[in-house]
Structure formats: structure tokens, C-alpha cells
């Protein structure tokens, strides 16, 4: 017999950081097509994953937010019942990187202290083939992770 559980998982980040290439990357296996339009509001999108361990089934729910700013006083509503966020900056956008603080402290403002958060680098297909483009070195999200994530340790 197998168990169940429901998560809710928030995707972040600035607009155009790429959250909802990532989502579908995840969910269908496929990356979103190049023109993807800016999310209004957010998406939701489910994916099944198993346990093998103990045999639970895991029914996550992926919320796709938007990054402009006209959509921040709603999406507030979105992180009601997340059992973790995926904070998003594009490792070709300096201003991303440095735009995470602000959502991680909506995040907890309206999560607390204890979610589950996971950092993000996207668009390392595009560094891949021109390494020159990336604006974000992987030691500094390290270390922002270390100072902001787990400040004391």
C-alpha cells in the first residue's frame, strides 16, 4: 500500500529570469518555447513523483509566479499554504542575482523562517555556449546562500 502527500511550491523571481521554462523543463520534460509571453498573475501546474523509499506518492504543486511588479500585491495570495520556494535569478543578469533579497523577504514575511527554499540559476544553456554572457560566477550565489539562507552557520 502506498502513501500520499500534497506539496506546494512557489516559483520566484525576477521577469524574464526564466521560471517558466524551468517549470515546464520539470513537469513536461521539455523547455517552454523561446517565445514565452510573461505570466499574468501565476500558473499552476501538478507533476507526480515517487518516493521509492517509502513508496509515497508525492503530488507537487508547481505555482509559476509572475516577477513584474504590478503583479506583487496579488501574488502574496499565491504563497498561502507553500511548503517551499524556488528562489530564480538568470546567471546572465546581474540585476537578478541582486533582486532575489527582495523577493526571499517577501517570501518569509509571508511563509516565515522555516520553508524549504532552493536557489536557481537559469539560462546556463546559454552560458554554456558563450561563457563571456554570464554575469553571475557560481561562487557568488554560494555565498549568497551561506549569508542569507544560513546566516549563523
Keep these: 500500500m502506498s502513501n500520499s502527500l500534497e ?3 512557489v516559483v ?12 515546464h523543463r520539470y513537469v513536461d520534460n521539455a523547455f517552454a518555447p523561446p517565445s514565452t509571453t510573461s505570466t499574468i498573475g501565476a500558473s499552476f501546474l501538478t507533476k507526480r513523483a515517487l518516493d521509492v523509499d517509502t ?11 509572475a516577477g513584474q511588479e504590478r503583479f506583487r500585491s496579488i501574488s502574496k495570495l499565491y504563497y498561502r ?11 546572465t543578469s546581474l540585476s537578478s542575482f541582486e533582486e532575489m533579497g527582495r523577493w526571499l523577504l517577501e517570501l518569509k ?12 540559476g537559469t ?31
Design 7 to 9: 506539496a506546494k511550491i
Design 12 to 23: 520566484l523571481g525576477s521577469q524574464g529570469v526564466g521560471k517558466t521554462s524551468l517549470v
Design 109 to 120: 514575511a509571508n511563509l516565515g523562517d522555516d520553508i524549504i527554499l532552493h536557489v536557481v
Design 55 to 65: 513508496s509515497t506518492v508525492v503530488r507537487l504543486q508547481l505555482w509559476d509566479t
Design 81 to 91: 499554504g507553500a511548503n517551499a520556494g524556488v528562489l530564480c535569478y538568470d546567471v
Design 123 to 153: 539560462k546556463s544553456d546559454i552560458v554554456a555556449e558563450a561563457p563571456q554572457k554570464r554575469q553571475v560566477p557560481f561562487e557568488k550565489c554560494i555565498a549568497y546562500v551561506a549569508e542569507q539562507l544560513y546566516p549563523n552557520q
